[in-house]
């Protein structure tokens, strides 16, 4: 065998281990990645799931101080229970987590008209406690969101979405607050 033919087969044997590496590696990361998303969404359900354990001690301490308030305590029990029933959907779980917030939020501006629920120790402890979840929540959308944001640009640029196109890896949805967490909560008697 002449050298040139030694080195031309040296090259392309290269060539094809570059190759092969940089799909090895690219797909694995891709893997990663997506497994980061779906550790950070189950870290944000941990969170949810420590919320929804607390509405019903929340809404049956309100409810002895509110009792004509029903249909604020009522939309926080379908939101619970809506979130609940969804099974995996992250755009369902959106949507349900917001409506959750948003009923919330309407009963503790509500709880404003009751001085001596606001006194009352289960209730300030309860509400410290959602206080703190809701700060665990966001941190846990925030890293969810960066993750997806990681997973997503590996997806879309180049050279790597054509290990990702090859492997059909698709883009995550990001958590977005509602249209109805952007605006004020009004209460009206």
Same mark, same amino acid.
């Given at each position: 065998m002449e050298i040139g033919s030694i080195?031309?087969?040296?090259?392309?044997?290269?060539?094809?281990?570059?190759?092969v590496s940089f799909f090895i590696s690219t797909y694995n990361g891709l893997?990663?990645?997506?497994?980061?998303?779906?550790?950070?969404?189950?870290?944000?359900?941990? +969170? /949810? &799931?420590?919320r929804f354990d607390l509405v019903p001690n929340l809404v049956e301490t309100v409810k002895g101080y509110?009792?004509?308030?029903?249909t604020a305590l009522e939309d926080v029990i379908k939101a619970r229970s809506n979130y609940v029933t969804v099974s995996g959907d992250t755009a369902q779980a959106?949507?349900?987590?917001?409506?959750?917030?948003?009923?919330?939020s309407k009963l503790f501006a509500l709880s404003e008209s009751y001085? +001596? /629920? &606001?006194?009352?120790?289960n209730f300030m402890s309860l509400q410290k406690e959602l206080s703190e979840i809701e700060k665990r929540i966001v941190f846990a959308r925030q890293f969810y969101n960066d993750s997806v944001l990681k997973f997503?640009?590996?997806?879309?640029?180049?050279?790597?979405?054509?290990?990702?196109?090859?492997?059909k890896f698709t883009t995550e949805p990001f958590f977005e607050a509602a249209?109805?967490?952007?605006?004020?909560?009004?209460?009206s008697f």
């Open positions: 080195i031309t087969i040296a090259v392309i044997a290269l060539l094809v281990i570059i190759i893997i990663a990645n997506r497994n980061r998303v779906r550790n950070q969404k189950s870290q944000i359900d941990v +969170e /949810l &799931k420590r509110a009792n004509h308030e029903k959106l949507a349900a987590d917001n409506a959750l917030t948003g009923a919330l001085p +001596e /629920l &606001k006194a009352n120790t997503n640009n590996k997806i879309e640029m180049f050279p790597s979405n054509i290990v990702a196109g090859m492997f249209e109805s967490e952007r605006q004020n909560v009004t209460v």
